[in-house]
């Protein structure tokens, strides 16, 4: 029943059947475990963390097993959005050595790597998950942006067309692979990609203000100064308002 309100968002009832779960069978590690992802849901972190130790400690009592995998993807999920990164790590490793088919707990600990800059080990995460799954769509995604962090444009492009095969038509790979053509100079491409991004979503702010730029260096001046109006109406954030601002007052200059 917690598992099923848990599913439905109704947070309170899902911590209140918990509790009454653990309130029949104290060591009821599984029950421990939802407890721990209630307290994540709302935010609770450290008391989602005291949770998930705790179900590892009961599930290793009433088991004997050495760990338990699924508390320590759990954890590395919190350390990872609480930006502890390294202790991300650790937990992830953990969960992978208790269940080396996890393919999340590969995927979170390639994300791990990649946000700290581990081009190399966050590579070589997203493959594990491949080799796990050829068609994971997280790892295809993640693993092109690895290859854009590294400037390998065209590698980080034939990811993400093997990610559009299984996905179908998607603007954040679209929008992704234009901007790397756009670094290789394939401006031709790159405007190409952007319109398909707005052709899904018309009001994709990093299209139209790069369409803006790209049809400003080609000189056809007035195109760029159409999707500039159009990302102007949108909310943006101060510095981008003004560098599009500083490109709007550079067409109006004979």
Same mark, same amino acid.
């Given at each position: +029943? =917690?598992?099923? *309100?848990?599913?439905?968002?109704?947070?309170?009832?899902?911590?209140?059947?918990? &509790?009454q779960a653990l309130g029949l069978k104290a060591d009821y590690f599984s029950a421990e475990l939802g407890m721990g992802s209630v307290k994540n849901m709302k935010g609770q972190y450290n008391l989602a963390i005291g949770h998930f130790l705790n179900?590892?400690?009961l599930m290793r009592k009433v088991t004997g097993q050495p760990d338990y995998a699924l508390a320590r993807l759990n954890l590395g999920e919190i350390y990872g959005k609480t930006q502890r990164f390294e202790q991300a790590i650790v937990e992830l490793t953990r969960a992978i050595k208790a269940e080396p088919s996890m393919i999340e707990a590969h995927f979170n600990l390639?994300?791990? *790597?990649?946000?700290? &800059?581990?081009?190399?080990? =966050?590579?070589?995460?997203?493959?594990t998950c491949l080799n796990l799954n050829e068609n994971y769509e997280p790892a295809l995604f993640n693993l092109a942006q690895v290859y854009q962090n590294q400037k390998l444009w065209?590698?980080?492009?034939?990811?993400?067309?093997?990610?559009?095969?299984?996905k179908g038509p998607n603007p954040a790979a679209y929008?992704?692979? =234009?901007?790397?053509?756009?670094?290789?100079?394939?401006?031709?491409?790159?405007?190409? +990609? *952007?319109e398909k991004v707005l052709g899904l979503q018309p009001n994709h702010q990093v299209a139209l203000a790069n369409l803006a730029r790209i049809y400003y260096r080609l000189g056809k001046k007035e195109i760029?100064?159409?999707?500039l109006e159009r990302v102007l109406k949108l909310d943006l954030?101060?510095?981008?308002?003004?560098?599009?601002?500083?490109?709007?007052?550079?067409?109006?200059?004979p």
């Open positions: +029943l =917690a598992s099923v *309100y848990l599913d439905l968002g109704r947070l309170d009832d899902a911590e209140t059947a918990y &509790g179900s590892i400690a390639g994300t791990a *790597y990649m946000l700290i &800059g581990s081009h190399n080990k =966050a590579e070589n995460s997203f493959k065209e590698k980080s492009n034939n990811i993400l067309e093997k990610f559009l095969k299984v929008s992704v692979m =234009a901007w790397n053509n756009m670094m290789a100079k394939k401006i031709k491409q790159a405007r190409m +990609l *952007y760029s100064r159409s999707y954030s101060e510095s981008q308002a003004n560098d599009l601002a500083q490109l709007l007052k550079k067409l109006s200059t």
